[in-house]
Nanobody, 122 residues
Framework: VQLQASGGGLVQAGDSLRLSCAAS????????VGWFRQAPGKEREFVAAINWSGGSTYYADSVKGRFTISRDNARKMLYLQMNSLKSEDTAVYYC????????????????WGQGTLVTVSS
């Protein structure tokens, strides 16, 4: 499985941004996928995850109600819609995949894409 994230950029606080992650590999549609982020000087943290079918989603408390994770298995795409962005959302965002259909809030992710930088100015 290979993953490639895109869609980052510089926005103002309160703005919205949608990140995309293109996945390759014939079995990726059977796997749970998620988004993580790493802010400058901080450890990488879990943001959101979705199971293989899209029927179950999980969010970090810090983004719940503002971010929405979704997937399009036919296109092998993963998305993260980010609304009401805050300066503390500034980070490099990574998409990742498990080798299992069920999602988890942070552990067991085996495949990682390169990050895309999101900068939120206040």
């Amino acid at each position: 499985v290979q993953l490639q994230a895109s869609g980052g950029g510089l926005v103002q606080a309160g703005d919205s941004l949608r990140l995309s992650c293109a996945a390759s590999g014939r079995t990726v549609s059977n796997y749970a996928v998620g988004w993580f982020r790493q802010a400058p000087g901080k450890e990488r943290e879990f943001v959101a995850a979705i199971n293989w079918s899209g029927g179950s989603t999980y969010y970090a408390d810090s983004v719940k109600g503002r971010f929405t994770i979704s997937r399009d298995n036919a296109r092998k795409m993963l998305y993260l819609q980010m609304n009401s962005l805050k300066s503390e959302d500034t980070a490099v965002y990574y998409c990742a995949s498990r080798r299992l259909p069920g999602a988890s809030m942070g552990y067991g992710y085996d495949y990682w894409g390169q990050g895309t930088l999101v900068t939120v100015s206040s």
